[in-house]
Protein backbone atom coordinates (compact mmCIF):
# COMPACT_ATOMS: atom_id res chain seq x y z
CA UNK A 1 0.00 0.00 0.00
CA UNK A 2 2.15 2.98 -1.29
CA UNK A 3 0.75 6.04 -3.06
CA UNK A 4 2.66 8.41 -4.80
CA UNK A 5 2.23 11.99 -5.38
CA UNK A 6 3.71 15.33 -6.40
CA UNK A 7 6.04 17.65 -4.05
CA UNK A 8 6.76 20.91 -5.29
CA UNK A 9 8.65 24.17 -3.31
CA UNK A 10 7.90 27.40 -4.88
CA UNK A 11 11.79 29.53 -5.42
CA UNK A 12 10.09 32.99 -4.68
CA UNK A 13 12.37 35.24 -3.79
CA UNK A 14 10.96 38.33 -1.54
CA UNK A 15 13.01 41.56 -1.06
CA UNK A 16 12.48 42.24 2.95
CA UNK A 17 12.77 45.25 4.99
CA UNK A 18 14.46 44.00 8.58
CA UNK A 19 16.08 47.68 10.09
CA UNK A 20 17.28 47.45 13.53
CA UNK A 21 14.85 50.29 13.97
CA UNK A 22 11.57 48.26 13.11
CA UNK A 23 13.02 45.16 15.53
CA UNK A 24 11.73 45.22 18.88
CA UNK A 25 13.99 45.20 21.54
CA UNK A 26 13.32 45.30 25.20
CA UNK A 27 12.74 49.19 25.77
CA UNK A 28 10.00 49.28 23.07
CA UNK A 29 8.49 46.22 23.77
CA UNK A 30 8.27 47.63 27.41
CA UNK A 31 6.78 50.41 26.39
CA UNK A 32 3.86 48.77 23.93
CA UNK A 33 3.11 46.98 27.36
CA UNK A 34 2.60 49.74 29.07
CA UNK A 35 0.60 51.17 26.63
CA UNK A 36 -1.26 47.69 26.10
CA UNK A 37 -2.23 47.82 30.16
CA UNK A 38 -3.10 51.41 29.88
CA UNK A 39 -6.11 50.37 27.08
CA UNK A 40 -7.19 47.70 28.79
CA UNK A 41 -7.65 49.91 32.16
CA UNK A 42 -9.68 51.89 29.85
CA UNK A 43 -11.81 49.57 28.15
CA UNK A 44 -12.57 48.12 31.70
CA UNK A 45 -13.90 51.49 33.15
CA UNK A 46 -15.50 52.65 30.11
CA UNK A 47 -17.58 48.70 29.87
CA UNK A 48 -18.30 49.27 34.11
CA UNK A 49 -19.43 53.01 33.11
CA UNK A 50 -21.40 52.04 29.72
CA UNK A 51 -21.73 48.50 29.28
CA UNK A 52 -19.89 45.90 27.35
CA UNK A 53 -19.15 46.27 23.67
CA UNK A 54 -20.30 49.67 24.20
CA UNK A 55 -18.46 53.31 23.83
CA UNK A 56 -20.92 55.82 25.15
CA UNK A 57 -21.17 57.88 21.36
CA UNK A 58 -23.94 55.78 20.66
CA UNK A 59 -27.32 57.18 19.17
CA UNK A 60 -29.90 57.93 21.19
CA UNK A 61 -33.02 55.62 20.76
CA UNK A 62 -35.18 57.94 19.06
CA UNK A 63 -32.54 58.71 16.06
CA UNK A 64 -31.42 54.88 16.03
CA UNK A 65 -34.26 53.97 13.15
CA UNK A 66 -34.25 55.62 10.25
CA UNK A 67 -37.76 56.68 10.11
CA UNK A 68 -38.02 58.70 13.67
CA UNK A 69 -34.30 60.28 12.71
CA UNK A 70 -35.99 62.01 9.74
CA UNK A 71 -38.95 63.28 12.19
CA UNK A 72 -36.05 64.91 14.09
CA UNK A 73 -34.24 66.46 11.30
CA UNK A 74 -37.73 67.73 9.95
CA UNK A 75 -38.25 69.07 13.62
CA UNK A 76 -34.57 70.85 13.80
CA UNK A 77 -34.58 72.23 10.16
CA UNK A 78 -37.73 74.08 11.59
CA UNK A 79 -36.74 75.30 14.47
CA UNK A 80 -33.46 76.40 11.91
CA UNK A 81 -35.46 78.05 9.79
CA UNK A 82 -38.23 79.82 12.76
CA UNK A 83 -34.51 80.96 14.10
CA UNK A 84 -33.04 82.33 11.35
CA UNK A 85 -36.70 84.05 10.07
CA UNK A 86 -36.89 85.88 13.86
CA UNK A 87 -33.24 87.01 13.29
CA UNK A 88 -33.97 88.52 9.83
CA UNK A 89 -36.52 90.39 11.13
CA UNK A 90 -34.82 91.64 13.89
CA UNK A 91 -31.98 93.13 11.96
CA UNK A 92 -34.41 94.31 8.98
CA UNK A 93 -36.06 96.41 12.18
CA UNK A 94 -32.58 97.29 12.94
CA UNK A 95 -32.02 98.73 9.87
CA UNK A 96 -35.94 100.54 9.28
CA UNK A 97 -35.38 102.03 12.47
Known sequence: MVSLGQVALDGTKVRANSSRRKAMSYAPLSEKQKVLADADAIDTVE???FGKDKRGDELPPELARPESRLVKLAEARARAEADAS???RKDAEKKAC
Open 47 to 49: ETR
Open 86 to 88: ARA
